[in-house]
């Protein structure tokens, strides 16, 4: 079975741009999550959808925002970007709340 | 609010050393906790879950991970280290009950390990 799909792997925007992430989750997997990390920190929680249902949203700003699409994938979206939003973007998707698991993530420079 | 604690931001062993990494958490009950691992530029990979019972817990790659609850503890072992175990190593917590399961990271612990 194939993983968590992450696409594109690594980009370059300038400031100002509009980026969007896409993800795939693992099939039968209902719930996908998006988290934010950047250099020497730990993940930080964005989004999480279940059933096409946003879950829960961490402390990131309106220019932040995802959808889930009737076949579970996932896009995150992110407009006026900043210098800051620079990272390393993760995916997890889940099947419950005891087991996530990560795709490999999109790098984003922002310059 | 849940929260994970890593005291530790870097560790270094020589290889075939034993490895301690530590893990605190601040939550209202026990959570579902988890050990992963990320290589530089990569996702993160599970290494091993406590969910209940028996609190010494296996994973792979030669880990295991202890729970005590009265430490609020979870940390994770290995008796020899080997050079390809060097990575950021992060602990996670996750609420077993409750509308969402969005699971809490630690910063991590970066391991570097001497030849």
């Known amino acids: 079975d194939a993983g968590v799909t992450q696409s594109p792997t690594h980009l370059i925007k300038t400031r100002g741009q509009h980026v969007t992430l896409r993800c795939s989750p693992i099939?039968?997997?209902?719930?996908v999550s998006w988290y934010q990390q950047v250099l020497g920190q730990g993940p930080q929680f964005i989004f999480q959808y279940y059933e096409k249902e946003e879950r829960g949203r961490g402390n990131f700003p309106d220019r932040f925002s995802a959808r889930q699409f009737p076949n579970y994938s996932s896009e995150l979206n992110v407009n006026a970007l900043l210098l800051g939003d620079s990272a390393l973007y993760l995916c997890a998707s889940s099947l419950d709340r005891r087991g996530y698991t990560f795709g490999s993530g999109t790098r984003l420079t922002v310059v | 609010a849940q929260s994970v604690t890593q005291p530790d931001i870097h560790i270094t062993v020589s290889e075939g050393a034993s490895l301690e990494l530590r893990c605190n958490y601040s939550?209202?009950?026990?959570?579902?906790l988890f050990w992963y691992v990320q290589s530089p530029g990569q996702g993160l990979q599970l290494l091993l879950k406590y969910f209940s019972g028996d609190t010494l817990v296996q994973g792979i790659k030669g880990f295991e991970a202890e729970f005590k609850r009265s430490q609020s503890s979870f940390n994770l072992r290995k008796p020899s280290v080997h050079w390809s175990d060097a990575a950021e190593y992060f602990c996670a917590v996750g609420p077993k009950s409750g509308g969402s399961y969005i699971p809490t990271f630690g910063r991590g612990t970066s391991l570097i390990v001497h030849p």
């Open positions: 099939s039968g997997h209902k719930s």
């Open positions: 939550y209202g009950a026990t959570p579902y």
